[in-house]
T-cell receptor, first 115, second 114 residues
């Protein structure tokens, strides 16, 4: 079974530029998560989708971050404009049902550097 | 509210020695607890989880963890460390009322010396 795919793997941009990350979850997984992992910290949830609806986006900085999950499959996370403090690894994860006891499957992440 | 504290951001052991990574949680309702491992430039991978039932949970690669409600702990152990165990380990907590949302600790980096 194919795992969670993410692209690009690495991205370097200047502050105030925009950037987009793409995620393709495991086939059949209803729930998709985007996390931000700053160096030395654990993953912090940005947004959670159940199919193509948003379950939780309370930690998403909505003035600059946006995310969508078209047709309940692939997802895109965008940052516009980027700030220095957005430098982090952005992880996408998916789970089959999204219940709290469910295992989350993680992609390799996109490492963003903002200069 | 829920939270996780991982004691010790770095742990170093010799090959063949016991591995002990500490995790304490806070949860207002019965928790679900997870340990994930992250190898360099890879995503997180589940080692083991506790939901209900037996409090001693066995996972992959010889790891196990014990849920101790009285101590609010879920420490990860392995009797004998291998060089391949060198990685970062994350403890996470969730519960049945929060719709699949997990809170992660800040991780412990395990170094294994030859």
């Amino acid at each position: 079974e194919a795992g969670v795919a993410q692209s690009p793997r690495y991205k370097i941009i200047e502050k105030r530029q925009s950037v987009a990350f793409w995620c393709n979850p495991i086939s059949g997984h209803a729930t998709l998560y985007w996390y931000q992992q700053i160096l030395g910290q654990g993953p912090k949830l940005l947004i959670q989708f159940q199919n193509n609806g948003v379950v939780d986006d309370s930690q998403l900085p909505k003035d600059r971050f946006s995310a969508e999950r078209l047709k309940g499959v692939d997802s895109t996370l965008k940052i516009q404009p980027a700030k220095l403090e957005d430098s982090a690894v952005y992880l996408c994860a998916s789970s089959f049902t999204g219940t709290s006891s469910d295992e989350q499957f993680f992609g390799p992440g996109t490492r963003l550097t903002v200069l | 509210a829920q939270s996780v504290t991982q004691l010790g951001s770095h742990v170093s052991v010799s090959e063949g020695a016991l591995v002990l990574l500490r995790c304490n949680y806070s949860s207002s309702v019965p928790p679900y607890l997870f340990w994930y491992v992250q190898y360099p430039n890879q995503g997180l991978q589940l080692l083991l989880k506790y939901t209900t039932g037996a409090t001693l949970v066995k996972g992959i690669n010889g790891f196990e963890a014990e849920f101790k409600k009285s101590e609010t702990s879920f420490h990860l152990t392995k009797p004998s460390a291998h060089m391949s165990d060198a990685a970062e380990y994350f403890c996470a907590v969730s519960h049945y009322t929060n719709a699949g949302k997990s809170t992660f600790g800040d991780g412990t980096t395990l170094t294994v010396k030859p």
